[in-house]
């Protein structure tokens, strides 16, 4: 079945400890993508990969990291979490950017104390 | 960069009516705009899009219209049913890079 996975789904954690939130796509697509959901706000894109060891910056990127070292995998990686971050974050991918329908996956929820 | 404005952030209708919603962007490099479906506790689901050198695309009961000179784009839906209702958001993006740029949503409440 093609899909986008994420994980962890749910995430407590306290500010300053690193995490990471791993996605992976089983669709060989070459773009994927990061965004945050908050209330009011939208969806708003943290960073994006156009293809392998191509990454580039979106609206929100501060305090975020991300690495495309496989095609299949997009890990977003929150060094010194702030509460500021306690939000809904999905992944997608894609076939390309632009005129290209974006896969999303399930959502990761993740609050910062 | 691109701004996307979306309205209204809140639309209740009676089951049957039509709802639209408009978005407006601002920059006029932007050539594709997707709307996604959000239902409760779900992700985001493309349901329609549209390319800059098409005016208007129909999909059953959804339309989606744009006005590259004004530069906004809406949603029509048509014959709603409770199972329109969702949180819809509009976006738009350049083709060229990679971002993609969303509204900030419109919660429809399809009343029966």
């Known amino acids: 079945e093609a899909q986008v996975t994420q994980n962890p789904r749910y995430l407590i954690t306290v500010t300053g400890k690193k995490l990471t939130v791993t996605c992976s796509q089983n669709?060989?697509?070459?773009?994927m993508s990061w965004y945050r959901q908050d209330p009011g706000l939208g969806l708003r894109q943290i960073y994006y990969?156009?293809?392998?060891?191509?990454?580039d910056k979106g609206d929100v990127p501060e305090g975020y990291k991300v690495s495309r070292k496989e095609k299949r995998n997009f890990p977003l990686i929150l060094e010194s979490p702030s509460p500021n971050q306690t939000s809904l974050y999905f992944c997608?991918?894609?076939?390309?950017?632009?005129?290209?329908?974006?896969?999303f996956g399930p959502g990761t929820r993740l609050t910062v104390l | 960069g691109e701004n996307v404005e979306q309205h209204p952030s809140t639309l209740s209708v009676q089951e049957g009516d039509s709802a639209v919603i408009k978005c407006t962007y601002s920059?006029?490099?932007?050539?594709?705009f997707p709307w996604y479906k959000q239902e409760l506790g779900k992700r985001p689901q493309l349901i329609i899009d549209i390319r800059s050198n098409v005016g208007e695309k129909k999909d059953q009961r959804i339309a989606v219209t744009l006005n590259k000179t004004a530069k906004h784009f809406s949603l029509h839906i048509t014959e709603t049913q409770p199972e329109d209702s969702a949180v819809y958001f509009c976006a738009a993006s350049d083709n060229q890079g990679g971002k993609l740029i969303f509204g900030q949503g419109t919660e429809l409440s399809v009343k029966p």
């Open positions: 920059d006029s490099a932007s050539n594709y």
């Open positions: 669709m060989n697509h070459e773009y």
């Open positions: 997608a991918s894609s076939a390309g950017a632009g005129y290209n329908e974006q896969f």
């Open positions: 990969s156009m293809n392998v060891e191509v990454t």
